[in-house]
């Protein structure tokens, strides 16, 4: 007597290798998902232990924070940055990712013994931090824009401040010497001052450009990472950040020239407002100028495109 059950269950010879396909399919599904499951569980585990390793590092990052010489926008920094590794996830890791991560480990052993300043070790612990990230997380052994915010995130702006300070006054000086001469104004720039009919108007340290340029860098930063740009748009992002950074600081130098020198008549609020507007101007053409680099129109494409 036929078993009609199991001439149900048994599948036909034709059938049979299309069963055998998907069993096969459905059990590297399987092990996908468990590999998977042990990579971000692992990975957890390393970047948990990996932060708790560089103590040291944040109680120095809390006290440097605090100073009254450094601002708190660099935990904005810190959180857009932990905000990017959370809200991506790359299917693929790359090979060898504890590599990197571990010789920026290696190099922060050496600072450590070497008795370092503990700034050039936080800055060694952030890059190992954000190198593991990276190729955890993002799939990338270095991400641009992840390590770059992670640098602005340095309670360092007074280390700024004393760097690139004096040069970008340089700069201001040098181009709103140039605009004011355009208008048949006879302004000699010295250093950092504007001398003018024996009057000296000095483009001091708040006026630089330093927490301007920093802005700049954190939108182009934070868009680069939210917008997976590559290091070659996030260079090019950069750069033009800088340039129009420059440009807008000149402008609002030379627009203060004709309110310290008494040519323009103005409240005092008036020179505030010179700079948030220069500054407006000035991030407007940024997120322009990234929503172009991000279409693909930088100069590298455009090149391709006429070849």
Same mark, same amino acid.
């Given at each position: 007597?036929?078993?009609?059950?199991?001439?149900?269950?048994?599948?036909?010879?034709?059938?049979?290798?299309?069963?055998?396909?998907?069993?096969?399919?459905?059990?590297?599904?399987?092990?996908?998902?468990?590999?998977?499951?042990?990579?971000?569980?692992?990975?957890?585990?390393?970047?948990? !232990?990996?932060?708790? !390793?560089?103590?040291?590092?944040?109680?120095?990052?809390?006290?440097?924070?605090?100073?009254?010489?450094?601002?708190?926008?660099?935990?904005?920094?810190?959180?857009?940055?932990?905000?990017?590794?959370?809200?991506?996830?790359?299917?693929?890791?790359?090979?060898?990712?504890? !590599?990197?991560?571990?010789?920026?480990?290696?190099?922060?052993?050496?600072?450590?013994?070497?008795?370092?300043?503990?700034?050039?070790?936080?800055?060694?612990?952030?890059?190992?931090?954000?190198?593991?990230?990276? !190729?955890?997380?993002?799939?990338?052994?270095?991400?641009?824009?992840?390590?770059?915010?992670?640098?602005?995130?340095?309670?360092?702006?007074?280390?700024?401040?004393?760097?690139?300070?004096?040069?970008?006054?340089?700069?201001?000086?040098?181009?709103?010497?140039?605009?004011?001469?355009?208008?048949?104004?006879?302004?000699?720039?010295?250093?950092?001052?504007?001398?003018?009919?024996?009057?000296?108007?000095?483009?001091?340290?708040?006026?630089?450009?330093?927490?301007?340029?920093?802005?700049?860098?954190?939108?182009?930063?934070?868009?680069?990472?939210?917008?997976?740009?590559?290091?070659?748009?996030?260079?090019?992002?950069?750069?033009?950040?800088?340039?129009?950074?420059?440009?807008?600081?000149?402008?609002?130098?030379?627009?203060?020239?004709?309110?310290?020198?008494?040519?323009?008549?103005?409240?005092?609020?008036?020179?505030?407002?010179?700079?948030?507007?220069?500054?407006?101007?000035?991030?407007?053409?940024?997120?322009?100028?990234?929503?172009?680099?991000?279409?693909?129109?930088?100069?590298?494409?455009?090149?391709?495109?006429?070849?």
């Amino acid at each position: 007597m036929i078993d009609a059950a199991r001439i149900n269950m048994e599948p036909h010879p034709l059938t049979a290798p299309l069963f055998q396909t998907e069993r096969v399919r459905n059990d590297r599904d399987e092990m996908g998902t468990a590999s998977c499951r042990i990579k971000n569980t692992g990975g957890r585990g390393i970047m948990l !232990a990996a932060t708790l !390793a560089f103590w040291p590092v944040w109680g120095w990052y809390v006290s440097a924070t605090m100073d009254a010489s450094n601002d708190y926008w660099g935990l904005l920094a810190l959180a857009s940055a932990i905000l990017v590794v959370a809200r991506n996830k790359s299917p693929s890791m790359v090979r060898l990712p504890l !590599a990197l991560p571990a010789a920026f480990v290696a190099f922060y052993l050496v600072a450590t013994l070497a008795e370092a300043p503990i700034s050039i070790r936080a800055v060694l612990a952030f890059l190992a931090l954000g190198s593991l990230a990276s !190729a955890w997380r993002l799939g990338k052994r270095i991400d641009l824009p992840l390590h770059a915010l992670l640098m602005l995130a340095l309670p360092l702006t007074a280390t700024w401040q004393f760097y690139l300070g004096y040069p970008l006054r340089v700069a201001a000086g040098a181009l709103s010497a140039a605009l004011l001469q355009m208008n048949g104004i006879a302004v000699v720039r010295e250093g950092a001052l504007l001398n003018w009919a024996d009057q000296i108007v000095s483009i001091d340290a708040p006026c630089s450009g330093v927490k301007m340029l920093w802005a700049a860098m954190y939108m182009v930063y934070t868009l680069s990472a939210f917008h997976r740009l590559s290091c070659v748009q996030t260079g090019c992002a950069i750069a033009f950040a800088v340039a129009t950074v420059v440009a807008a600081n000149a402008i609002r130098a030379a627009a203060l020239f004709y309110m310290e020198t008494g040519m323009l008549n103005l409240p005092r609020w008036a020179h505030d407002a010179t700079g948030m507007f220069s500054f407006a101007i000035g991030a407007c053409a940024i997120l322009w100028g990234i929503r172009q680099i991000k279409g693909g129109r930088t100069w590298s494409s455009a090149v391709h495109a006429g070849s």
